[in-house]
C-alpha cells in the first residue's frame, strides 16, 4: 500500500557540459563501430533469450527515484532494512504501474529465468562503505523467490572475494539454495571474442544467466570520472578490465556493454543511492568526500542512469568547489557513445526522471 503524504516532482534536465557530445568523440565511436559490426560476422552468437511467450518490461529514458531523509543506521555507513526495502517497493511499483511488488518484479523476470545478480562492492572491502548494500539486496531476491524461480536459479557474482565481503553478502544470509561467486578475473565458458581489438572472455556467472538484474553504486572513478551501471557490467564480468581503461576507458566501456553477451541479458538497472561519492572513487578512501542522498533509484535504461548520476556528481562538485569531471580531465564521454551505439538515452532533456519523497 502506497502510503500516504507523498511528495512528487518531475524533472525536465538541463543538457550542461556532460552531453556536449564532440567530434572526436562522435569520429572514434564510428570508427570503432565500424570495426565491431565488420568481426560481429565472425562471432559466436553470444545472445540470451527469455522464456518463450515473454517480453520483459523496457522503458528507454524511463527513471525513478525514491527518497526518504534519515535513511542511515545510527553508523551512518548503511541503510535501515525496512527503509531500503520501503524505497525499492514504491520504486518498482512506481516504475511498473503495478499494485504489487512481486508482480513488479515479474515485469522483467519470468521464473523459468536464470537470473544473476550483479553486485558493486569494489569500495565496500577493509572497512570501507560505498558498497551495494545488504539491506537492499536481499529484498530483491527474495521477491525473485516469491515470484517462483528456483533458488537454484539465482545466484550473486562480483569481481574478487574481497569485493563480495563489501557487500555484506554470502551464502550464509542468503536464502538456502541461493549462491554467491566471485569469478577472480576467470571462470569461463565462452570463446574469445574482440573488443577494440582486444581479446577478452566474459564470466560464466554472466553467460551462463538468460537474466541480470545490475545493482550499483553512485561514485567518482579517478579513470573514468563516473562510474555505475555500465562499467559494473563490463569490467564487472570480463578476464581482463585492466586492458580497457585507456583514453579514460571510452569508448571502451560502451563497446563492451554493447556486446550481446551483456546487453542480452541485463532486465533492471537498481542504483544503491544511500550515500553518493562525488571525489576519490572508486574506492571510499575519502569519507570526507562521501555524503548521505538516501535514495534508490529504477531504471531499464543503463545510459540514462549513467547519464544522470555522472550529471549528479558534477552538481555535486561545483558545490564543493570542485573541478567538473570534463575540466578535471575526466569527461565520462564513454556514456555519450553509449547512446550513439543506440543503448540508452544520454541527453538529459530526454531522460523521464520521476522523484518521490516519502
Not at 583514453?247 to 550515500?275: E, T, W
Amino acid at each position: 500500500m502506497i502510503a500516504r503524504g507523498v511528495m512528487e516532482r518531475s524533472s525536465s534536465l538541463s543538457r550542461r557540459g556532460l552531453l556536449g557530445t564532440t567530434l572526436s568523440v562522435a569520429a572514434l565511436s564510428s570508427s570503432a563501430a565500424a570495426q565491431e559490426k565488420k568481426s560481429e560476422q565472425s562471432r559466436p552468437a553470444l545472445a540470451a533469450s527469455p522464456p518463450e511467450g515473454f517480453t520483459p518490461y523496457s522503458a528507454p529514458g524511463k527513471i525513478i527515484k525514491v527518497s526518504k531523509g534519515d535513511s542511515l543506521q545510527d553508523n551512518k555507513l548503511w541503510p535501515k532494512p525496512e527503509v531500503a526495502k520501503l524505497l525499492l517497493d514504491r520504486a518498482m511499483i512506481e516504475f511498473t504501474g503495478e499494485a504489487d511488488v512481486t508482480k513488479a518484479f515479474g515485469k522483467f523476470i519470468h521464473k523459468e529465468d536464470r537470473v544473476a545478480i550483479k553486485l558493486n562492492g569494489i569500495a565496500g572491502q577493509k572497512g570501507q562503505t560505498m558498497a551495494t548494500n545488504k539491506e537492499l539486496i536481499l529484498p530483491v531476491v527474495d521477491y525473485l523467490l516469491a515470484l517462483g524461480v528456483p533458488a537454484t536459479n539465482i545466484w550473486i557474482y562480483e569481481q574478487y572475494p574481497t569485493f563480495l565481503a563489501g557487500t555484506r553478502v554470502n551464502d550464509k544470509v542468503l536464502p538456502a539454495g541461493v549462491k554467491s561467486y566471485t569469478h577472480n578475473n576467470g571462470t569461463t565458458t565462452m570463446d574469445e571474442i574482440k573488443v577494440e581489438g582486444i581479446g577478452t572472455k566474459f564470466t560464466r556467472y554472466l553467460t551462463e544467466a538468460t537474466a541480470v538484474i545490475n545493482i550499483s553504486t553512485i561514485k567518482d572513478h579517478s579513470i573514468c570520472g563516473y562510474t555505475g551501471m555500465m562499467k559494473n557490467m563490463t569490467h564487472g564480468s570480463c578476464i581482463n578490465p585492466h586492458d580497457f581503461h585507456a583514453h579514460n576507458a571510452s569508448p571502451q566501456i560502451a563497446h563492451l556493454y554493447a556486446q550481446d553477451v551483456i546487453k542480452s541479458r541485463v532486465r533492471l538497472n537498481i542504483s544503491d543511492g544511500f550515500k553518493v561519492m562525488y571525489e576519490g572513487g572508486p574506492l571510499d578512501r575519502r569519507p570526507d568526500c562521501r555524503i548521505p542522498h538516501d535514495a534508490v533509484y529504477v531504471s531499464t535504461d543503463p545510459v540514462a542512469m549513467d547519464a544522470y548520476h555522472a550529471h549528479l556528481i558534477d552538481k555535486i562538485r561545483v558545490e564543493k568547489k570542485l573541478k567538473t569531471l570534463k575540466d578535471a580531465k575526466r569527461d565520462p564521454s564513454y556514456i555519450r557513445v553509449a547512446a550513439q551505439l543506440g543503448l540508452g538515452i544520454a541527453d538529459l532533456n530526454a531522460i523521464r526522471l520521476r522523484e518521490i519523497s516519502l
